[in-house]
């Protein structure tokens, strides 16, 4: 996982590693926010896979099925997206519910979807953080 901070993001794939350093690149060019970066991926998410990559790893990585997910602070609040290479119409489909392990307690959750967290998904990692010894986990 790579946090944007600046834009308020949070983003992570499924596949090999390296396509998390391409996406991160991607969006930080492309998006100042959430809108932007949904807006981003919906229009070029094939033009990013089927781009020429001089890193081995990172060309390796697009070649291959990925899903990438995107959190973060939407104008409505809390907001996910995720799109996936295994799908036939590579179509952006948002996230309704969230996970998060391990768990915070309810006075966090009540910040969170108020959108006390001035920062987002960081600020539920501090959280997270004050709360646990791992924090991280989301999806």
């Known amino acids: 996982m790579r946090t944007l901070p600046w834009a308020k993001l949070a983003i992570s794939v499924r596949g090999y ?4 350093g391409v996406f991160e ?3 930080s060019m492309n998006a100042v926010n959430y809108a932007g970066a949904i807006s981003f991926i919906a229009q070029n998410f094939d033009k990013i896979l089927s781009a020429e990559y001089d890193d081995p ?4 990585a697009m070649r291959n099925d990925l899903e990438l997910y995107v959190v ?3 104008d409505n609040g809390p907001a996910g997206f995720w799109i996936s290479s295994y799908q036939l119409d590579r179509k952006v489909q948002g996230i ?8 915070v307690d309810r ?23 004050a709360q646990h010894v791992f924090v991280g986990g989301w999806g």
Do not use: C, V
């Open 17 to 20: 590693h390296a396509a998390l």
């Open 25 to 27: 690149r991607m969006i």
């Open 57 to 60: 790893a990172e060309a390796h």
């Open 72 to 74: 973060g602070w939407s």
């Open 96 to 103: 309704s519910q969230a996970h998060i392990s391990p768990m």
């Open 107 to 129: 006075d966090a959750q009540r910040q969170l979807a108020s959108g006390a967290f001035k920062d987002g998904i960081p600020g539920l990692m501090a959280a997270q953080a």
